[in-house]
């Protein structure tokens, strides 16, 4: 039997497929739709909204996995 732990999911529009989907996170703050596999990033500013990634946020993501994955 394999436990899975907590997994970070979130209901909110995609702003790739502007789909109202269910989002999984992949790092803090950043999210991959359900829907269209996309990645977004969470932005809170009196409403919760999600936003295509630039250039900054995926190395951000990318540098994070890599910490992870030396963490063990």
Known sequence: ???IGYIDTVHGMCPHCEEDTLLVAIVTDFYKCT???EET???INGSIKYLRLDDNDRD???KSKELAEKDG
């Open 1 to 3: 039997m394999v436990r």
């Open 41 to 43: 990033r969470q932005y």
């Open 35 to 37: 829907n269209c596999g």
């Open 60 to 62: 951000f993501i990318k």
